[in-house]
């Protein structure tokens, strides 16, 4: 079988080496791809066409009789791509464009969520200016910090959490009038903050059944010790032990099922992969925010620790089949750890060129997968802000981040910055 994935960063790089895996498939297409995945050779070949080229893609996927097609990122999702490739038969993995709302439409997850029963954070929606600073001139400084939220795709920059009623306003004029998200922010959420500490569970579902993946905790944050500003993420680890099995219980029964079932109720069945970012207080967890795709970098933990096939279990996905394949975990932890371009999530150079000691690729239960990275007549050189994900798999949490942190002394290139406290906060 031919598989085609759409996306650029290191989760679709994770994903073509899982699809690489499987003795079925035959050819793995990356559409564009990068630097890593045109490395991989034998079975996975990058395609110069862009995530957001729908039509290109489609008549890629009929030429080269591609029998499964994944979105991994979330703007082909929010432009339709799911639902041309099924008009035209095309088995394709993923949410409708309108299912996809659950991500692209913060308000529309919010509103959602308030009529289903979802636990999540209070708010309220606004689209101009002047009403938002009138709700806001309203609050009490105790009711601080108030999380302003762009309600489109903002690349995961488009949250504040305003610590008092100036930053807040001053995050609310920045979206709405200096326009800093764009159309993104034509609509803006102001909601509570929620106390607690966040985690990340994935979801695999036809619909109606479901399957589970390790859950895990992302570091959003650029600077050691959670500060600085918001990134994509700038490392992760799998299992998280703040999701005990109480909990992923309560996540289960409390908004994943929900979830399904009021999507279903709306006409709109969700099917895909479904990202459900939760924070936990004192065992209880509430929605932070719906993603309608993997994560990253938590792809880059969590599917590593899949023990059974990955293309099987979204094969039976589309085939109604996913209560019965296998899909069990690996007993081992995962830690990821990004290096990015200086200068990163703001203004950073490229072109930077790239030095990996050979050492790496000899280092057991480590995987290196690209993001910012292409090459240029022959030579390896940074293209992005984030530009590797480096995995190490352990017995243990701490094995698992000081095999990745020995990995990335391997890499090099100038002005290359990482954070060095990936998963110490669940030691």
Same mark, same amino acid.
């Given at each position: 079988?031919?598989?085609?994935?759409?996306?650029?960063?290191?989760?679709?790089?994770?994903?073509?080496?899982?699809?690489?895996?499987?003795?079925?498939?035959?050819?793995?297409?990356?559409?564009?791809?990068?630097?890593?995945?045109?490395?991989?050779?034998?079975?996975?070949?990058?395609?110069?066409?862009?995530?957001?080229?729908?039509?290109?893609?489609?008549?890629?996927?009929?030429?080269?009789?591609?029998?499964?097609?994944?979105?991994?990122?979330?703007?082909?999702?929010?432009?339709?791509?799911?639902?041309?490739?099924?008009?035209?038969?095309?088995?394709?993995?993923?949410?409708?464009? !309108?299912?996809?709302?659950?991500?692209?439409?913060?308000?529309?997850? @919010?509103?959602?969520?308030?009529?289903?029963?979802?636990?999540?954070?209070?708010?309220?929606?606004?689209? +101009?200016?002047?009403?938002?600073?009138?709700?806001? !001139?309203?609050?009490?400084?105790?009711?601080?910090?108030?999380?302003?939220?762009?309600?489109?795709?903002?690349?995961?920059?488009?949250?504040?959490?305003?610590?008092?009623?100036?930053?807040?306003?001053?995050?609310?004029?920045?979206?709405?009038?200096?326009?800093?998200?764009?159309?993104?922010?034509? +609509?803006?959420?102001?909601?509570?903050?929620?106390?607690?500490?966040?985690?990340?569970?994935?979801?695999?579902?036809?619909?109606?059944?479901?399957?589970?993946?390790?859950?895990?905790?992302?570091?959003?944050?650029?600077?050691?010790?959670?500060?600085?500003?918001?990134?994509?993420?700038?490392?992760?680890?799998?299992?998280?032990?703040?999701?005990?099995?109480?909990?992923?219980?309560?996540?289960? +029964?409390?908004?994943?099922?929900?979830?399904?079932?009021?999507?279903? !109720?709306?006409?709109?069945?969700?099917?895909?992969?479904?990202?459900?970012?939760?924070?936990?207080?004192?065992?209880?967890?509430?929605?932070?925010?719906?993603?309608?795709?993997?994560?990253?970098?938590?792809?880059?933990?969590?599917?590593?620790?899949?023990?059974?096939?990955?293309?099987?279990?979204?094969?039976?996905?589309?085939?109604?089949?996913?209560?019965?394949?296998?899909?069990?975990?690996?007993?081992?932890?995962?830690?990821?750890?990004?290096?990015?371009?200086?200068?990163?999530?703001?203004?950073?150079?490229?072109?930077?060129?790239?030095?990996?000691?050979?050492?790496?690729?000899?280092?057991?239960?480590?995987?290196?997968?690209?993001?910012?990275?292409?090459?240029? @007549?022959?030579?390896?050189?940074?293209?992005?802000?984030?530009?590797?994900?480096?995995?190490?798999?352990?017995?243990?949490?701490?094995?698992?981040?000081?095999?990745?942190?020995?990995?990335?002394?391997?890499?090099?290139? +100038?002005?290359?910055?990482?954070?060095?406290?990936?998963?110490?906060? !669940?030691?």
């Amino acid at each position: 079988m031919n598989v085609l994935i759409i996306g650029s960063g290191a989760r679709e790089h994770a994903m073509a080496w899982a699809a690489a895996r499987n003795d079925a498939v035959q050819q793995v297409y990356v559409a564009p791809g990068n630097g890593g995945t045109a490395l991989m050779g034998g079975k996975v070949q990058n395609v110069a066409l862009k995530a957001t080229a729908l039509d290109e893609l489609l008549e890629f996927a009929v030429l080269k009789a591609v029998d499964l097609t994944i979105a991994g990122s979330e703007q082909p999702l929010e432009l339709g791509i799911v639902d041309l490739f099924r008009s035209a038969q095309k088995k394709i993995i993923g949410p409708s464009q !309108a299912a996809a709302q659950l991500e692209t439409s913060k308000v529309f997850a @919010k509103d959602f969520m308030s009529r289903y029963g979802i636990p999540t954070a209070g708010y309220h929606v606004f689209r +101009e200016f002047q009403t938002a600073s009138l709700y806001l !001139a309203s609050l009490d400084e105790s009711r601080y910090p108030q999380v302003i939220k762009a309600s489109g795709l903002c690349a995961g920059k488009g949250v504040i959490v305003a610590s008092d009623g100036m930053e807040a306003f001053r995050a609310t004029r920045a979206m709405f009038e200096d326009r800093v998200f764009g159309d993104a922010a034509d +609509e803006v959420v102001i909601e509570d903050f929620l106390e607690g500490e966040e985690a990340s569970v994935f979801v695999l579902t036809d619909g109606e059944k479901y399957r589970m993946f390790y859950s895990a905790q992302d570091h959003k944050r650029i600077g050691e010790g959670d500060t600085g500003k918001n990134t994509g993420g700038m490392g992760a680890y799998a299992p998280a032990p703040l999701v005990t099995s109480g909990v992923m219980k309560k996540i289960e +029964e409390q908004i994943v099922v929900p979830a399904l079932e009021g999507m279903a !109720a709306d006409g709109t069945p969700y099917t895909g992969f479904l990202y459900v970012g939760v924070m936990i207080d004192k065992g209880e967890p509430s929605v932070v925010e719906f993603n309608a795709r993997m994560g990253d970098p938590e792809t880059q933990v969590v599917l590593p620790l899949l023990k059974d096939d990955f293309i099987d279990a979204l094969q039976a996905s589309l085939q109604g089949t996913l209560d019965l394949v296998p899909f069990e975990m690996l007993e081992q932890c995962a830690t990821t750890v990004v290096i990015a371009s200086k200068g990163y999530p703001d203004l950073y150079e490229t072109g930077r060129e790239i030095t990996i000691d050979s050492e790496l690729f000899d280092m057991r239960d480590v995987l290196l997968f690209h993001a910012g990275t292409e090459i240029e @007549k022959g030579t390896l050189r940074t293209s992005g802000g984030r530009v590797f994900s480096v995995t190490a798999l352990g017995k243990t949490l701490m094995d698992s981040i000081e095999l990745a942190y020995r990995a990335v002394d391997h890499i090099s290139f +100038e002005g290359a910055c990482f954070r060095r406290d990936i998963g110490a906060k !669940a030691l």
